[in-house]
Structure formats: structure tokens, C-alpha cells
């Protein structure tokens, strides 16, 4: 085991700083190229912290998907934010709130959240949600008519500020290398096109924003869209990795978990460090659900994937890694194995954005 | 939409007081009837509050699955703590200071163990875990001969004041139905019979410690074993019900998740309540995974299933319920879905013990 790790007694999170910053490096280069805005989507991270190394809060957009988190990043001094996910008429106070601290943006998938809008006292940027194939929420951008009608309803509301469309084509995940990530990429991009074709707002008065980590990672045109709003890419993840997003070495977060038991009969050791640590996401490998890959420790971090080691099974603070009988004989009890999550979103939220950070 | 819900404004554990402690005083009842004694799992509801309702914490012996649950109920007032993982020595310190608070019990599934508990400088109970065939961790029932040499050798540490067996037969879980739940059970126990009878070491010395929900909720004798430790069944969940372990009415915690968006031409609706809410722990009913069931809204909580309506996917913040277009119809944005968890250990720990309790 690592100096570096002798300390910790439990699971815990660890962020290598040098490789995040070169993810937030590469994906504002990205944004240069294509001349587009980047709006970082800060759920994955949750952490003021981290935030900081985007750029500084006063000029950083960013995106949120909760009251809770807009209002934990206005606090600590950003000042445009938007709320993407679709807006709960529930929320009006919190809303009007959040529009009197900072640049709000709120979303919007159907008409009847233009009353909550009407009621909020405050000036908002307002996008409305579209669906190019994600099926997740949004209107359908085959409704160009009613999407066009929308437009011009919400513009006629004083309290809009900014008009913007809004998509994200989450069906990238499904990707699997550039080609199958270009296809999702295109289809979503034609879609756009073909409705801002057929709408007579004026496209100059709206902002569109688009992204999702695999597109963003992997391509460099962004044609139609002003803004991209990748989020999961300061930390990337195994499913980032399986898609073809990003490599390896560009992984910037991982668990470190204490061994609790070692069974080299049967190919298995057990970690403390369970489905509320990694959450229940996976990936699929061989038919198998995988919900992290072990990585070798060096002196600094960790390098590369350990052939053959890989996280099987998910109880709540329990996690059961299978790995080949001559790694598990060099393994005492307590020694810390670096454990890449499938999905590093779901780990920082469980981990309440809580973190050890390598420099 | 009740009137009970109207201020709730985002994703939020609702646990009903009354069915949790006809839950609480049922297992009591089976304990009692049954001659063990009850030491019930706190790692499902992590809540100061929520203990209290199990009697006097200097009188309950609980079981707790982390260092840091362990620390917070020591501080609230709870005597008898067993952490029902196997120890770290990474985490000795740790383990000293609860030592010297509580009464603590540390559970070793190594010879290795062994110096952790020499260096603790205070007294602990000690359990051995034993595996009669989960295969997640513990020593196989089928090492009588080194179960004996380790209980002896940990008899003759100072340190050890009681000495136990702990068991968990937690493919409990992959059950349906009473018979299923007998037939784990049985074998289970048989096998802790077997090797009972192959120690040396005196019987009447040990403590035997075993439990999980659905044996404890469906068995009614525990042969062989002086305590149960069965957690979930305070609150119970989808995934209980799937096994049989409880019926819908017996359901103590839901979540109380806002409508964001309606679409009746897919059959579906989206509600704010994602993966870091709910977990991504699942059913398979029909070979499709089901996240939660949606419950029929009453004046003090909720009822029976809403047929029809499942969570059937999750993002970070977006669930997605699969919903009669009828049902639709009548639901407006902003109005509070009851979705009773796969898992609700998992949906308690994710809120960090936090809920509304319904009285």
C-alpha cells in the first residue's frame, strides 16, 4: 500500500486535481474551437471546491439540476445559473428567491409552467426543454408549431429575460466508440435544425444549449447550438470509459476502500465500501454488471486498470471485488485498494460532495 | 393532491410512525415468542429519532454496519453497539474510542483480525462471522477445525470480554414466498448446527447472533442462534413485498416526489426523484427493472398500490413512472407522487436520515 493512503480508515473519495484541471483544460479548448459557450454542469461535482477550478465563480456559468445545489453555488458567489431539469411549480418561493440573488435560468416542457414563470417577481432566462430521441423530458421537436406558440407566449411574459432552447441527447450514453457517439450526435444536431427551420421566432433572440459528456468529449462542432453543457467530464467515470468519452488516464476520481476480507479459494476479496459509496450504477461487461475497476496504486495516485479486478457485487457497505489469486496474496487486511466507480456523479452526491484531493 | 403534501417542494422520505411501530412491536413479539433476544439493524434508518422508537436506547443492543453510525448512535445514548462488518485495522483508533464509550462487539472473519483486537487496549464482544452460504464474507460453517483454533486463540486475548458467531444469510433475499424463505432458513440454520456440534469450544461461552428481514419476519424459531438482527423490517420496501416478507399495508417509507412532466401519448410521467434519491437498487418484475411502486395518495399518507404506475428508470434527478394515460390525465405539474423504494435502507442513508414523519 501507498503512503499516500495510510491514513484512511474508511471509504473515501479522491479527486486527482492534476487530471480534473486537465479535463476542464481540454473541454474549455473544445468550447474555443467551436465557438460556443461552455456552461459546465456542476451535479457532478456538488462542491464549491472543485468549482473553483473551473474558472472564477463570477464568471463561470454553470448548470444545476436542484434548488439545493443553485442555491448552495449562488451563496458561494456564482451568479449565472441555470436550473436544468424541468421546472415544479411547487418550487415558485425558492425560484423567486434565487432570481433575486443571481441570473436564473429555469426550463420549461409545457405550457402550464408559464404561470409559475408569470408569478416569480423577478427577471429569469427561460429555456424550453426539446426532445431529439432522449425520451427522458422535454417536447417533442416534431411539435414546431406548438414549440413556436410556446416561444412567443413565454417572450410576451415580462419576467423573461432571456429566451433559450434547451436539449440533452442522454441517449449518448448508449454510444459506444466516436462513430456510434457521431451518429447520436448528428441525429440530435439534424433534429435541432430541422425544427429551428420551421419556427418564425427569431432565432437570434434565443440561446440554444446542447451537451452531454460523450459528445462533448469526442466531437467538435456543435452547429446550431450557442452553448454546451457537458458536466460528468471533470471526473469522467468507467461508463465514460466503456463509451469511448475518454481514456484510462483521464479518470480523475476514485475510491479508496479498506480490504475486510480476502477469499483466494474462491477469487474474492471484500471491501468496506458499498452501494452507498458507489451507488448501484454499472456497466455491463460480458453480461455482468461491473460497478467499478480496480486500479493499480502508484506513488502519486493510481495508473492503470489491474487486469482481472473488478467490482462485482453491491451490498450497503459492502463491496465484493473479484481478483485474480496472486494479486489477493499480496493483500493484508486494511490495505486500501483505488476503486474506479461507474458513474462518479452518483459517488460525489453520496459522498455529499465530500472529497481527499490529490495535488 | 392531499392537503398533507402541499408543501413539499422536492424529493422527499416520508416515513408513517404508526405502521413503523406496528413493524417495530411485531418483531418484538416474534423475539419474545421465540426466546431470543432482539438486537435490531440500525444501518436501515441511521435516525436518532427513528431508534427511539424501539425503547430506551440504554436498554436496546443494537447492530450498526459503519465506524461512523457506530459514533453517532454511541453519542445519542445507545450502550450495547455490534458493528456487523468485519473490522479494518485500519480503523483501530477509531475502534478504541467506541470501545471505551460503549459496549462494543467487532466482527473478525480472519485470524489476521486477531492483533487488531490484542492492540484495542479495551474490552469488546467478539464475533465470528461465519458464511453457511451467501458467500459474501465470513469463515465457510465448513472450517470447523479453524473456527475452533480461532475461537480459542481469541478466548485467550484480554481484550475479549464475550465471545459470539455471527451469521447473515442474506441469499434470504433471492426468495419468493414462505417456502422459499423456510428452505434458506433451514439450511442456514442446519448448518450452524452442524458445526455447533463439531467445536470443542463450550457452547454455553458463545454468543450466536442471526437475522435478516425476511427469515426473521416469516420464521417463527431461530434454533440454534440466541439473538436475531434483522434490519429493513421497520420500514420495509418493493423489494420485501417481491419476496413476501411483508404485504403492501406493512410499508413504512415512501418518497414524496413532484410531478415535472406528464406525457400521456407515451404512457408516461416524469417526477423530481432520481438516483441519488431513490438509489439504483431494483426489482425484475417481467424482466424489466422496477425502481419503485407509485401508492394511491389518502388523507393520512398513503394506501394500496396505484396499478399501473412504476418507476421505470432514473437518472441523477429524474425518475421516470410508467402511468395509465387515465391516471395522467389527472395529475398536474407540481403535485406529489407517493412512490413506496426498491430499497429503503438505501433511500435513508441517501437523505442522510433525514425525512417527514407522519404520526
Same mark, same amino acid.
Given at each position: 500500500? $501507498?503512503?499516500?493512503?495510510? *491514513?484512511?480508515?474508511?471509504?473515501?473519495?479522491?479527486?486527482?486535481?492534476r487530471?480534473?484541471?486537465?479535463?476542464?483544460?481540454?473541454?474549455?479548448?473544445?468550447?474555443?474551437?467551436?465557438?460556443?459557450?461552455?456552461?459546465?454542469?456542476?451535479? $457532478? @461535482?456538488?462542491?464549491?471546491?472543485i468549482?473553483?477550478?473551473?474558472? &472564477?465563480?463570477?464568471? $463561470?456559468?454553470i448548470?444545476?439540476?436542484?434548488?439545493?445545489?443553485?442555491?448552495?453555488?449562488?451563496?458561494?458567489?456564482?451568479h &449565472?445559473? +441555470?436550473? *436544468?431539469i424541468?421546472?415544479?411549480?411547487?418550487?415558485?418561493?425558492?425560484?423567486?428567491q434565487?432570481?433575486? #440573488?443571481?441570473r436564473?435560468?429555469? $426550463?420549461l416542457?409545457?405550457?402550464?409552467?408559464?404561470?409559475?414563470?408569470a408569478?416569480l417577481?423577478?427577471?429569469? &432566462?427561460?429555456?424550453?426543454?426539446?426532445?431529439?430521441?432522449?425520451?427522458?423530458?422535454?417536447?417533442?421537436?416534431?411539435?414546431?408549431?406548438?414549440?413556436?406558440?410556446?416561444?412567443?407566449?413565454?417572450?410576451?411574459?415580462?419576467?423573461?429575460?432571456?429566451?433559450?432552447?434547451?436539449?440533452?441527447?442522454?441517449?449518448?450514453?448508449?454510444s459506444?466508440?466516436?462513430? !456510434?457517439?457521431?451518429?447520436?450526435?448528428?441525429?440530435?444536431?439534424n433534429?435541432?435544425a430541422?425544427?429551428?427551420?420551421q419556427?418564425?421566432?427569431?432565432?437570434?433572440? +434565443?440561446r440554444?444549449?446542447?451537451?452531454?459528456t460523450?459528445?462533448?468529449s469526442?466531437?467538435?462542432?456543435?452547429?446550431?447550438? &450557442?452553448?454546451?453543457?457537458?458536466?460528468?467530464?471533470?471526473?469522467?467515470?468507467?461508463?465514460?470509459?466503456?463509451?469511448?468519452?475518454?481514456?484510462?488516464? #483521464?479518470?480523475?476520481? *476514485?475510491?479508496a476502500c479498506?480490504?475486510?476480507?480476502?477469499?483466494?479459494?474462491?477469487g474474492?476479496?471484500?471491501?468496506?465500501?458499498?452501494?452507498? @459509496?458507489?451507488?448501484?450504477d454499472?456497466?455491463?461487461?460480458?453480461?455482468?454488471?461491473?460497478?467499478?475497476?480496480?486500479?493499480?496504486?502508484?506513488?502519486?495516485?493510481?495508473?492503470?486498470?489491474?487486469?482481472?479486478?473488478?467490482?462485482?457485487?453491491?451490498?450497503?457497505? @459492502?463491496?465484493?471485488?473479484r481478483?485474480?489469486? !496472486?494479486?489477493?496474496?499480496?493483500?493484508?487486511?486494511?490495505?486500501?485498494?483505488?476503486?474506479?466507480?461507474?458513474h462518479?456523479?452518483?459517488?460525489?452526491?453520496?459522498?455529499?460532495?465530500?472529497?481527499?484531493?490529490?495535488?
Amino acid at each position: 500500500m $501507498t503512503p499516500l493512503f495510510s *491514513a484512511i480508515t474508511g471509504p473515501t473519495v479522491v479527486v486527482d486535481r492534476r487530471k480534473a484541471s486537465a479535463n476542464i483544460a481540454a473541454m474549455r479548448a473544445t468550447a474555443d474551437a467551436a465557438n460556443v459557450r461552455l456552461r459546465p454542469h456542476f451535479k $457532478t @461535482h456538488q462542491s464549491v471546491t472543485i468549482g473553483g477550478w473551473f474558472g &472564477d465563480p463570477a464568471e $463561470t456559468a454553470i448548470a444545476v439540476s436542484s434548488v439545493g445545489m443553485a442555491q448552495r453555488f449562488a451563496k458561494a458567489g456564482w451568479h &449565472d445559473i +441555470l436550473l *436544468a431539469i424541468p421546472l415544479n411549480p411547487g418550487a415558485l418561493y425558492d425560484y423567486r428567491q434565487l432570481a433575486n #440573488q443571481v441570473r436564473l435560468g429555469l $426550463t420549461l416542457e409545457h405550457e402550464d409552467g408559464l404561470a409559475t414563470i408569470a408569478a416569480l417577481q423577478a427577471p429569469v &432566462d427561460l429555456y424550453i426543454e426539446l426532445d431529439a430521441g432522449y425520451r427522458r423530458t422535454g417536447l417533442s421537436v416534431s411539435q414546431a408549431a406548438r414549440i413556436d406558440a410556446l416561444l412567443h407566449q413565454a417572450q410576451a411574459l415580462p419576467n423573461v429575460r432571456q429566451l433559450g432552447l434547451l436539449l440533452h441527447a442522454g441517449n449518448s450514453y448508449n454510444s459506444r466508440g466516436d462513430d !456510434a457517439i457521431a451518429a447520436v450526435h448528428d441525429q440530435s444536431l439534424n433534429a435541432l435544425a430541422s425544427l429551428l427551420s420551421q419556427l418564425r421566432f427569431d432565432r437570434s433572440q +434565443l440561446r440554444v444549449s446542447v451537451g452531454d459528456t460523450p459528445t462533448c468529449s469526442r466531437m467538435t462542432s456543435f452547429r446550431g447550438a &450557442d452553448e454546451i453543457r457537458p458536466g460528468n467530464y471533470v471526473f469522467y467515470d468507467l461508463m465514460q470509459q466503456r463509451i469511448g468519452a475518454c481514456d484510462w488516464s #483521464q479518470i480523475a476520481l *476514485a475510491l479508496a476502500c479498506p480490504v475486510i476480507a480476502r477469499y483466494p479459494e474462491r477469487g474474492e476479496v471484500v471491501v468496506h465500501g458499498g452501494a452507498v @459509496h458507489f451507488s448501484k450504477d454499472y456497466v455491463l461487461i460480458d453480461q455482468q454488471p461491473i460497478y467499478g475497476q480496480v486500479m493499480q496504486t502508484s506513488s502519486d495516485g493510481w495508473s492503470e486498470p489491474l487486469a482481472g479486478a473488478q467490482l462485482i457485487g453491491l451490498s450497503q457497505e @459492502h463491496g465484493k471485488i473479484r481478483m485474480p489469486a !496472486a494479486q489477493i496474496a499480496q493483500l493484508q487486511l486494511g490495505d486500501v485498494l483505488m476503486i474506479v466507480p461507474a458513474h462518479s456523479c452518483l459517488v460525489m452526491d453520496a459522498s455529499q460532495g465530500r472529497c481527499d484531493i490529490l495535488t
